[in-house]
């Protein structure tokens, strides 16, 4: 009888149970926070993991210990065939929660498809409520559409339903009470992030705003409650009293949450990421299809694990420069 292998657990006791897996680069927005404005080469079609390629990671994966999936992107709901991959990722035997990350806009029509498929968590990717400012900064006039996903997600009742924020001053940080007022309504978690350099954006320091900043802002017109951190989790929540929702803070460049940090990444191109901050440490689809067995390529996985630093990615702080220089999100998948 084989031994059930070992869990994922990096040097520093760090037990991995959480992979976030992009399903392709492309996306059908083009938000000025994510792609660079000259546009994007993106990955011949044979360097993206097929279907089939992505099912058998997913699998092996599971059965080294990891609990839950994200599928993000690019945008997941442009993947051909993506209901029937969500099909297959949910009926992983040992998967506890299946959830994805969304712009939301082409979402509403298939989203009893994505529910019944069994993904039970779904991010919304929103910075603005307002229609031209969400024009302004996606490049798209979708945001009916996304708005109407969302109010479906709600009456559908998924275990999770999130608002990612990406705070930009002078560009949406007058937004943040509204999106915190939409809690009261709705049972959502916005979670306010602060904004990130990367490959090709249009970062700059005085765009950010540290989550400290925010925070101060919601307090002086809300009462917030911390609310415990759970597992992994990197957003500090609060309850507001007499809210549906909650609100959070996801700050990666002024508050590190490496030490609770229990996730890994696969892009779109089938690498393996132990670090959002760091190079793909291993090429996941070469080993496949050179051939790898579930053995090797599980033995390559616990590779990478046991290599991830300690904080991000081995580098003593956040350097715009040198995260400039990585992989953009639509690569990555968030
Ligand atoms: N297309 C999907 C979506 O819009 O949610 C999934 C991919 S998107 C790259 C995943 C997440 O990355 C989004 O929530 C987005 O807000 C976040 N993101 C992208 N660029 C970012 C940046 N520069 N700083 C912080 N978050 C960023």
Redesign the pocket.
């Known amino acids: 009888m084989n031994a059930a292998p070992s869990p994922l657990v990096d040097r520093i006791g760090r037990r991995h149970t959480y992979l976030r897996i992009s399903v392709t680069d492309r996306?059908n927005l083009r938000c000025r926070?994510?792609v660079p404005p000259e546009g994007v080469d993106l990955a011949p079609r044979s360097h993206i993991l097929t279907l089939e390629e992505i099912e058998r990671l997913a699998r092996l994966f599971v059965s080294l210990g990891m609990t839950k999936l994200r599928v993000?992107?690019?945008?997941p709901m442009v993947r051909r065939g993506i209901l029937s991959l969500l099909r297959e990722l949910g009926a992983i035997p040992g998967l506890e929660e299946l959830a994805m990350?969304?712009?939301g806009s082409l979402l509403s029509g298939s989203i009893d498809a994505v529910a019944a498929a069994g993904v039970t968590s779904i991010?919304f990717?929103l910075d603005t409520f307002r229609r031209s400012r969400y024009l302004g900064i996606t490049g798209r006039d979708e945001l009916d559409a996304v708005l109407d996903a969302l109010d479906r997600a709600f009456s559908i009742g998924f275990r999770k339903v999130k608002i990612?924020c990406?705070v930009m001053r002078d560009i949406n940080d007058d937004e943040v009470l509204d999106f915190a007022a939409f809690t009261r309504q709705y049972p959502v978690a916005v979670r306010f992030?602060e904004?990130?350099p990367?490959g090709g954006?249009t970062?700059t320091a005085d765009r950010l705003v540290p989550y400290t900043e925010t925070l101060t802002v919601l307090r002086d017109t809300f009462v917030l409650q911390p609310l415990p951190q759970r597992d992994g989790e990197t957003a500090r929540s609060f309850a507001i009293p007499g809210h549906a929702g909650t609100v959070g803070f996801i700050a990666p460049m002024t508050n590190h949450f490496c030490a609770r940090c229990n996730r890994l990444r696969l892009t779109s191109d089938g690498i393996l990421k132990n670090c959002l901050f760091r190079h793909g440490s291993v090429n996941l689809k070469e080993l496949m299809r050179d051939g790898a067995t579930d053995s090797e390529i599980g033995d390559a996985i616990r590779g990478a694990v046991s290599e991830k630093r300690a904080h991000r990615g081995g580098n003593a702080a956040i350097d715009p420069v040198l995260l400039a220089s990585s992989r953009p999100?639509?690569r990555v998948?968030?």
Request: proline share 0%; net charge negative.
């Open positions: 996306c926070y994510c993000t992107g690019g945008e990350t969304t712009n991010n990717s990612n990406v992030i904004y990130m990367f954006n970062w999100m639509f998948g968030g």
